[in-house]
C-alpha cells in the first residue's frame, strides 16, 4: 500500500513559476508509474504529465507541453511538477497518483491509478 503526500501548492501571480511535490511511502515507489492530474472546480479530473518507473519517459497533456515538467527521484520516493509561467486556467487541485500495472495507452486516465495523494491547491491571480 502506497501513501502519497502532495505539497507546494499556494497562490502565486501570473507568470510566476510552482513546484510541486509529492512524497511517497509504504509501498515499491521505484516500481510504478506515477503521474500529475488537476481538477478545477465543476471540471473533470485532468492528465497533467506521467513518468515511468524508470525515470526515462514522460508524457504530457496536450495542453501542458511546454510548461510543465515531471520528474521523480526513486531514491528519495519522491516526484514533482515543475509549472513555469503560470496563467489563472492552471487554477486547480493537483493531485499526485501512481500504479504498478499500468500500461502506455492507460497513462491519461484517471480510473487506472490505484493510489492517490489527498492533493494540494494551485491559486494563479492575474
Known amino acids: 500500500q502506497v501513501q502519497l503526500v502532495e505539497s507546494g501548492g499556494g497562490l502565486v501571480q501570473a507568470g510566476g513559476s510552482m513546484r510541486l511535490s509529492c512524497a511517497a511511502s509504504g509501498g515499491t515507489f521505484s516500481r510504478h508509474t506515477v503521474a500529475w492530474f488537476r481538477q478545477a472546480p465543476g471540471m473533470e479530473r485532468e492528465f497533467v504529465a506521467a513518468?515511468?518507473?524508470?525515470?526515462?519517459?514522460?508524457y504530457y497533456g496536450d495542453s501542458m507541453k511546454g510548461r510543465f515538467t515531471i520528474s521523480r527521484d526513486n531514491a528519495k520516493n519522491a516526484m514533482y511538477l515543475q509549472i513555469d509561467s503560470l496563467k489563472p486556467e492552471d487554477t486547480a487541485v493537483y493531485y499526485c497518483?501512481?500504479?504498478?500495472?499500468?500500461?502506455?495507452?492507460?497513462?491519461?486516465?484517471?480510473?487506472?491509478?490505484?493510489?492517490w495523494g489527498q492533493g494540494t491547491q494551485v491559486a494563479v491571480s492575474s
Open positions: 497518483a501512481s500504479s504498478p500495472t499500468l500500461i502506455l495507452s492507460s497513462l491519461r486516465m484517471p480510473t487506472q491509478y490505484q493510489y
Open positions: 513518468i515511468f518507473r524508470s525515470g526515462g519517459s514522460t
